[in-house]
């Protein structure tokens, strides 16, 4: 039923005329004033009175004052109603999802929604990170966080845009928030600005509760704390919690793997409903981007099973090149080696150079000498794997009894290790290398006779030679214009899978160009021939000086670059845009193949072993293509690329993570203990949703209009106003008149 | 006639033999080349194919024993990065092509071994060639090479420069922290010359064979030194080396 009321309103009046008037009104009374001076206080007060009475509405009219008349209807006040739909609530702690219950809520008090539906303005939101209103059909259990403040935060500012005051609150959730809510312990109080914010909402939260403790068991591994990136060989530590929700105190192993392999174990004790941080620590040996996950074993009767482990990725990469250069006899491929080796500030490298031979005598005593033993036990036992490249520079294993320690240092090459070979007539075939487990990780087979050759050569490059990163010289024609060679090693032939680099004008091996410098892919090591000892020419000898300098740099820094897997060196690059992506979001990788333009890569994608995508990517004209992936599952994916390179396929990798609901995953633990206190703090009402009913929700009853219709009339158009100050100018004339003034 | 011939025949395949191997020398085996003197003499000869015959037998170095000529205008003279200037009077003066491309060849890693056969400080072959390192290198002058300097300990550990005099010492100029140019100015050469039916050729003063033994092991280290650079100043060397001193 509608209700009349009015207003008065000021219309068109501006702040000069107010004082404009304001003043004259205030000389008219002061002048009045003075002439009643000498009157009967009485009288003087009666008139005074009638004067300003007039001088008031003769303003007021002059102002522009005017009454608006309106026509309000009754409005109904505001109801919110707000649905937990983030992750948690998909777990199913009471023989349904969390969120099934929430919905078996709805519909066992549709009555009571439809009443407050008739009753109120009933609006419904969903909330997880924010509030979005929703159908009730469609609610989700998929947000990445709970934030109940954020929520109430959002209510607030939405309240002052609406109309119909908010009178109840209604919060249908399992308590388990993500955000500011996160850190209140059970026996804690509520942060000061939550209860700031809960005054401002002006009415009773109402909570129900979905998910119990008492039904809840569950271990999770959460918090990775881990740094992006880290350094091969030297010691790594991970941190992460592992947290314990309606299990007794246990003690378990926690264990870090990665693809498949562990790491690093130990045992952690969680005390009953409670967290243990513990740290993990291993030594990566290879470098990369790799995906770890800690993973502890799932226990009986656990509710979530998901969260017992935790993916992260971290790039492995290089503190420095640490490389053992072993020479088996002084000579200027050794000095000048040496000199680039030791100039960049990026290699640590330990030189061992046999200065004297088993059938050399220097005629003095060992304390004479500056020659110290030469540790092979050491160097090629125990330290081995501590360098990322070994160089065998004109070195023939024989006379020091090295040949023992041959087939660990093959086994150190395919396990990841690089191996570097360097022409001479102590090296290759005259090194007597043939027949050894060495031979077996080597580009090229050697011949048992020995291979030296002592002849000028020019080398030439090959096709494989001329798109290889390792002799991008910057450069195009200065292998033309390179000295020659004085001697190399004739090999006996090319292992299948190498790739020659610089071959021999016209000699050949095994039906190919006899190799000069060839590479090769040995499981996950790599190996280089070089098989000639007059490199150094190359530094010293090339017109030009110091463009010989940076010239043989180059090379000695790219193939070094080659040998330990650069990332930024292959001649395929595979880089994923991110390291993590979020539930939901885009995969972008990005493709860079050298010297492939407008070819056409295969790429893959395989998450637990199985393969989840495959497709053709088409390369652009400078080798490079991005590849938008739709979102995918959560979990650990490893994405492979392969382009053709004449014969062989080259192949790249990387790793990335989608999270899935990331601490939702790990805090899924029900809180109703918060939501009872929101609601003591406002005065509403608490219940589990298995018991409690919206009949009992605690509501701020308010009347509320809106304005229909009004209409405004100014004092000047009135005719009873203009009739009052008539008469009462009428009978202030009378009374003057009366009392004998003028 | 006939005779002629044939000699004329062994000559020119010697003079192929020896093209060949300057061509394509061997790049394990060290190859000495000798800068010009002015009177064109090479009183070093018989020194360094002793060096070599001792380098040989005692280190695991190969090297030729005979020396060859270079021109120091040539620009193949990068071929021999290992040079010798030892001459009885003064050195050849170098024109300004000469001097730029040793200059280089210097700079860019060359190693040029200088020895006084006179032992004679101020000496004739003394000032032309510090005349002419003064003209390659402006600015810069021979400096004592001090006694804790790798040099002294790349094969041999030496207490004392010496040579055929032995009040000799030891002088360098470095180029980037290297040292380019060794200036033994106590006939280092001459301490170690055998005649052909294998006698010493020069005494050594003061100290008689023991001076000279110590000669053979400067004149070793510091063609390690060319070879090795500061190999003996890395780690893994200086806690052996440091011991053996102070025994």
């Given at each position: 039923m509608a209700v009349h009321d009015w207003v008065l309103v000021l219309e068109w009046s501006s702040t000069w005329r107010i004082?404009?008037?304001?003043?004259?009104?205030?000389?008219?009374?002061?002048?009045?004033?003075?002439?009643?001076?000498?009157?009967?206080?009485?009288?003087?007060?009666?008139?005074?009175?009638l004067r300003g009475l007039n001088l008031a509405l003769i303003a007021a009219m002059l102002l522009g004052l005017a009454i608006n008349y309106r026509r309000l209807k009754p409005q109904k006040s505001r109801i919110a109603l707000l649905l937990d739909s983030s992750a948690s609530m998909s777990v199913d702690d009471g023989g349904s999802s969390r969120r099934q219950r929430l919905l078996d809520f709805l519909t066992n008090n549709a009555s009571e929604v439809d009443r407050l539906s008739k009753d109120y303005s009933l609006q419904m939101y969903s909330f997880a990170d924010k509030l979005i209103p929703i159908d009730p059909g469609r609610l989700e259990a998929d947000g990445d966080s709970t934030d109940i403040v954020a929520a109430l935060s959002s209510l607030a500012a939405d309240a002052s845009r609406q109309a119909g005051q908010l009178a109840s609150v209604i919060l249908v959730s399992d308590g388990a928030d993500t955000g500011q809510l996160k850190g209140v312990v059970a026996e804690g109080k509520l942060p000061q600005v939550v209860n700031k914010l809960l005054s401002e909402l002006g009415c009773p939260v109402n909570t129900f509760a979905v998910g119990r403790r008492e039904r809840f068991a569950d271990l999770a591994v959460g918090d990775v704390v881990s740094d992006d990136f880290a350094f091969v060989r030297n010691a790594v530590e991970v941190e992460a919690t592992l947290r314990s929700e309606g299990l007794d105190e246990v003690s378990l192993p926690v264990t870090l793997e990665q693809a498949g392999r562990s790491l690093a174990t130990k045992v952690v004790s969680v005390p009953r409903n409670g967290s243990r941080k513990f740290k993990l620590r291993f030594v990566p040996d290879d470098v990369g981007k790799f995906v770890y996950r800690i993973t502890t074993p799932p226990l009986e009767g656990e509710t979530i099973i998901s969260n017992n482990d935790a993916t992260f990725v971290m790039r492995i990469i290089r503190d420095k090149i640490r490389v053992l250069h072993v020479v088996g006899r002084p000579g200027w491929d050794q000095r000048f080696l040496r000199e680039v080796l030791k100039r960049n500030p990026n290699i640590d490298l330990v030189s061992f150079y046999i200065l004297r031979s088993v059938v050399d005598a220097p005629g003095v005593s060992e304390q004479e000498l500056s020659l110290i033993p030469f540790p092979i036990h050491k160097l090629f036992g125990s330290e081995l794997n501590t360098f990322d490249v070994l160089i065998f520079q004109n070195f023939n294993h024989g006379p020091y009894s090295v040949g023992f320690y041959l087939p660990q240092i093959a086994d150190y090459v395919r396990g990841g290790g690089a191996f570097w070979m360097i022409g001479g007539d102590l090296s290759f075939g005259s090194g007597g290398y043939s027949g050894t487990a060495l031979e077996q990780v080597l580009p090229v087979g050697l011949s048992p006779a020995g291979d030296w050759?002592?002849?000028?050569?020019?080398?030439?490059?090959?096709?494989v030679g001329a798109g290889h990163p390792v002799l991008d010289l910057g450069d195009p024609g200065v292998w033309e214009r390179l000295p020659p060679l004085g001697a190399y090693n004739k090999a006996r032939s090319v292992v299948p899978g190498a790739e020659v680099l610089l071959a021999h004008p016209f000699e050949r091996s095994g039906g190919e160009r006899a190799p000069i410098l060839a590479l090769r892919e040995v499981g996950r090591g790599r190996s280089a021939a070089l098989l000639t000892d007059g490199s150094w020419r190359w530094r010293f000898q090339l017109a030009g000086g110091d463009k010989g300098v940076r010239i043989y740099q180059r090379f000695v820094n790219n193939l070094l670059r080659w040998l330990i897997r650069d990332p930024d060196f292959d001649p395929l690059i595979l880089r994923s845009s991110k390291a993590r992506y979020a539930p939901g979001e885009k995969v972008i990788l990005l493709l860079k193949a050298h010297g492939a333009h407008g070819a056409k890569a295969g790429l893959s994608m395989q998450t637990g072993g199985r393969v989840v995508e495959r497709r053709i990517v088409q390369l652009n004209d400078n080798g490079a293509a991005r590849v938008e992936l739709p979102p995918l599952e959560a979990g650990a994916y490893v994405a492979e690329a392969s382009v053709e390179y004449g014969s062989s396929a080259i192949k790249a990798g990387d790793a990335f993570v989608v999270e899935d609901t990331g601490i939702e995953h790990t805090r899924p633990f029900p809180r109703p203990d918060l939501l009872r206190k929101l609601s003591g703090a406002t005065g509403g009402s608490f219940a589990a949703v298995e018991e409690g009913s919206l009949d009992d929700i605690k509501i701020n009853e308010h009347k509320h209009y809106r304005v229909e219709s009004s209409t405004t009339q100014p004092l000047l158009a009135i005719w009873w106003v203009l009739l009052t100050v008539v008469v009462l100018l009428g009978i202030e004339w009378w009374m003057r008149r009366r009392w004998g003034f003028s | 006639m006939r005779f002629t011939a044939i000699y004329c025949l062994v000559l020119v395949s010697l003079l192929a033999w020896g093209t060949a191997v300057a061509d394509g020398i061997p790049d394990e085996r060290l190859v000495i080349g000798r800068l010009p003197c002015a009177g064109g003499e090479n009183p070093s000869a018989h020194g360094i194919r002793q060096l070599v015959w001792e380098l040989t037998k005692r280190t695991s170095v190969e090297a030729e024993p005979e020396t060859v000529a270079v021109d120091p205008a040539d620009p193949d003279l990068s071929r021999t990065p290992?040079?010798?200037?030892?001459?009885?009077?003064?050195?050849?003066?170098?024109d300004q092509q000469a001097l730029s491309n040793l200059r280089r060849f210097l700079v860019m890693g060359g190693f040029l071994w200088v020895d006084d056969p006179s032992a004679a400080p101020g000496g004739a072959f003394d000032r032309s060639i510090r005349f002419t390192v003064a003209r390659l290198f402006p600015g810069k002058n021979l400096e004592q090479v001090p006694a804790g300097h790798v040099i002294f300990k790349t094969f041999f550990l030496i207490s004392r420069p010496t040579g055929r005099v032995a009040t000799a010492g030891l002088e360098g100029l470095s180029v980037d922290q290297r040292l380019a140019i060794v200036y033994s100015h106590g006939d280092l050469l001459g301490a170690l010359a055998k005649d052909l039916y294998g006698n010493w050729e020069k005494v050594c003063e003061p100290g008689g064979e023991v001076q000279r033994e110590e000669?053979?092991?400067?004149a070793i280290d510091?063609?390690?030194?060319?070879?090795?650079?500061?190999?003996?100043?890395?780690?893994?060397?200086?806690?052996?080396?440091?011991?053996?001193?102070?025994?």
């Open positions: 004082v404009l008037l304001v003043a004259t009104a205030a000389c008219v009374f002061f002048l009045t004033w003075q002439g009643l001076r000498n009157s009967s206080p009485g009288r003087r007060g009666m008139l005074l009175f050759q002592v002849e000028q050569v020019r080398p030439v490059l090959t096709s | 290992f040079l010798l200037w030892s001459c009885e009077g003064a050195v050849a003066e170098l000669s053979y092991r400067m510091i063609v390690f030194y060319a070879l090795c650079l500061d190999y003996k100043n890395d780690r893994v060397h200086l806690q052996f080396i440091l011991k053996r001193r102070r025994l």
